[in-house]
Structure formats: structure tokens, C-alpha cells
């Protein structure tokens, strides 16, 4: 588990919305994995009626979740550019108090680009209804340890993964999907996390971070 050391916060911002700009127009996900995720919803949570994306970037993860559950998802992300897709600017290490308890479902497959990924799934938890849940995306290919960069500032194996939401929260289970986007047909894999509320106080296992 590593992450990137940036000079102050507006290096980061800058650093973010910049790459942001750049890749507007690509999806990390697909409709078929929001399917599959929407699936799982509506037999494990079939009461789920709001949500949001973070790091959403053009929107899509956040239309084809609403599509495929019916619930309202919100489409956020930290570059002003959501703006122009109907969606909410917010940093995703930011509690909002619009949003606090009151969420059936935060999804994220940015957690890679956390400046302080501990502040980012406390803040994430902190939306969740009382039966909602946290969807936190990792694969071998985006979110494994490698050498973190201003762009995919934090960086972290499966199990530093697995541990880590266990540490902030309870995970209750992990989804195995097949990216048939990729020849190799790599593994994503969902972390479903819900709010531990016997668990109090800042987690400082992880020094690091």
C-alpha cells in the first residue's frame, strides 16, 4: 500500500481535474458491470432509491446505475466539468451534509485517485443509510500496488484492500466480474461495504495514509 506526496492541495486538485479534462470522454466501467452491480441491488438491497458516483467523470456510471435499479444516482466528481453532464462537483474526501445517512448506495472506482484515502471512505461511509452500502471498485490492472503518481495518487493489493474496508467499515461481500472489454479477460472485483457503527474514532492502522 503506497500513495503519491503532493506538495499541498491544490497541487492535487489541479493534478486531478487536469487528467480529468483529458479523459472526459472515456468510461472506466461499462453498462454490463453497472447491470451486474444493479443486479445484485435489487436482491440484496431491493429498497434502494438514491445514490451517487464519485469520480464519475461524464456521468455514464452514474446514468446506466439509475438505469438499471431505478433509484436517483447523482454523477459526482472534483473537476468542474460534471457540471456539463447534469452532475454535482464535490471531492470525494468531503463529507456532505446533504447527503449524510441518508444514501442507499456510494459507488467509487476512483479510490486510486485519493490524496488520503482514509478521509475518502469515511466520508463515503458517512452518506449511507442505515441498510445502505459502500461499492468500492479494485482490479489487477488499476488499482494494484505500483508506483502512485500525482494521477492514481494511492495504490494497494486486494487484500490491503479487503483489510482496509474492514478497518473503516464491515465488508459483507466481494463480487468477482469478468472485464470482457480486456483480451485477458481481467478480473473486477465489487468490495460491498456497509457502515460498522460499533467501530468509532480515527483509524490509524494504516501510517501510510
Not at 473486477?188 to 461495504?193: A, G, T
Request: charged content about 25%; overall charge positive; proline content about 4%.
Amino acid at each position: 500500500m503506497d500513495r503519491y506526496n503532493f506538495r499541498n492541495y491544490d497541487e492535487y486538485r489541479s493534478a486531478q481535474i487536469e487528467a480529468n479534462k483529458k479523459k472526459i470522454q472515456r468510461n472506466w466501467a461499462n453498462e454490463a458491470e453497472m447491470r451486474y452491480l444493479a443486479d445484485w441491488l435489487r436482491l440484496n438491497r431491493p429498497t434502494v432509491k438514491s445514490g451517487v458516483c464519485h469520480g464519475a467523470r461524464n456521468g455514464k456510471e452514474a446514468e446506466w446505475l439509475s438505469k438499471h435499479t431505478g433509484a436517483k444516482i447523482i454523477a459526482a466528481d472534483i473537476s468542474p466539468t460534471i457540471l456539463d453532464f447534469g452532475g454535482v462537483q464535490w471531492d470525494f474526501h468531503e463529507k456532505n451534509p446533504e447527503w449524510s445517512g441518508v444514501l442507499d448506495v456510494v459507488y467509487c472506482n476512483a479510490l486510486d485517485h485519493a490524496y488520503d484515502a482514509n478521509l475518502a471512505v469515511e466520508a463515503m461511509l458517512d452518506s449511507l443509510s442505515p441498510n445502505g452500502v459502500l461499492v468500492l471498485q479494485w482490479t489487477p490492472c488499476g488499482h494494484r500496488d505500483f508506483y502512485p503518481n500525482k494521477i492514481d495518487c494511492f495504490a494497494a493489493n486486494l487484500r490491503e484492500y479487503k483489510m482496509f474496508c474492514n478497518q473503516h467499515g464491515k465488508l459483507v461481500e466481494t463480487l468477482k466480474i469478468k472485464d470482457i472489454r480486456k483480451a485477458a479477460k481481467i478480473l473486477l472485483y465489487h468490495l460491498i461495504v456497509k457502515s460498522n457503527p460499533v467501530q468509532q474514532g480515527p483509524k490509524n492502522s494504516f501510517k501510510l495514509l
